[in-house]
């Protein structure tokens, strides 16, 4: 089966709002293209999307997270593959490096100024958003910030921040397989106190943010703060109300257990 090239879209268009899209014109417009891409890919008949994220993309995605005190999971980076919209359509990043081999040793991906220099040698002229210069931007901010960082810090660092997003997804992964394992153990809420209360901190907060998620949260505007108030309801009970969550989920504490259910 074909892939999508991430550079050119046949006939592509505007695609549709799509439902639980993050907040804010960067978020908005990540969603606008994966969207785009999603629907080109589903009407040529496409058995993957590739795109050309590099391992300067993962640095900044890792420094990113730094700065919001993020997890292991965002501070884990993008991943190189996953599934697209849920679908058989794999999304795959390349460039991103990562994966380990025991003969080759680890693949440290490719940087934006190689992908640059393979252009200008084969003649191409990739198209380069404007926004990449606009300030008021996070990602770009990152981006200034990582290089004024390698200045002060030596080379290499955003090959060290790429390596441990590789690391960091190992555990990341480990752990979600532990929460997989507890809500089939568990089942949906409402939880009882004492069943929650054995598994592991890490663990717990993973299955509350799965069950957040499927119930109407944004993945992207579920914080661990909202995390952690759930997770008192087990470690810190004294009688305090139902909590609110992103997409107008809620959770609380009854004679049942800890439950958690999106809006009716």
């Given at each position: ?70 997890g292991?999971r ?9 599934s ?21 040793g ?13 252009c ?12 990449n ?12 910030a ?10 290499g ?15 990341a ?19 009882p ?16 943010r ?20 759930v ?13 609110h ?20």
């Open positions: 089966m074909p892939s999508a090239a991430a550079s050119r879209v046949p006939g592509g268009g505007r695609a549709g709002a799509r439902p639980g899209r993050p907040a804010g014109p960067e978020g908005q417009a990540r969603a606008e293209r994966y969207a785009v891409l999603f629907a080109a890919a589903q009407r040529l008949g496409a058995s993957a999307v590739l795109t050309g994220h590099t391992r300067d993309d993962q640095a900044e995605q890792v420094l990113l997270g730094l700065a919001r005190g993020s292991a965002s501070l884990a980076g993008m991943p190189a593959a996953r697209f919209g849920g679908t058989e359509i794999l999304l795959g990043r390349p460039f991103l490096g990562g994966r380990r081999s025991r003969r080759a680890p693949d440290e991906g490719i940087t934006r100024d190689q992908t640059e220099r393979v200008t040698e084969l003649g191409l002229d990739p198209w380069s958003d404007p926004h210069e606009v300030d008021d931007y996070a990602r770009v901010r990152a981006r200034r990582l290089r004024l960082l390698e200045d002060e810090l030596g080379p660092l955003a090959t060290n921040l790429a390596r441990s997003a590789g690391l960091l997804r190992d555990d992964d480990a752990l979600d397989a532990a929460a997989e394992e507890a809500y089939r153990s568990l089942g949906a809420p409402p939880w106190v004492a069943g929650l209360a054995a598994l592991e901190p890490a663990v717990r907060t993973r299955l509350y799965r069950c957040a998620r499927e119930a109407g949260s944004s993945g992207t505007d579920l914080t661990s703060e909202h995390l952690l108030a997770d008192a309801l087990v470690t810190d009970w004294h009688g305090q109300g139902p909590l969550l992103p997409g107008g989920v809620r959770a609380g504490r009854g004679k049942d257990g800890v439950w958690l259910r999106g809006r009716t």
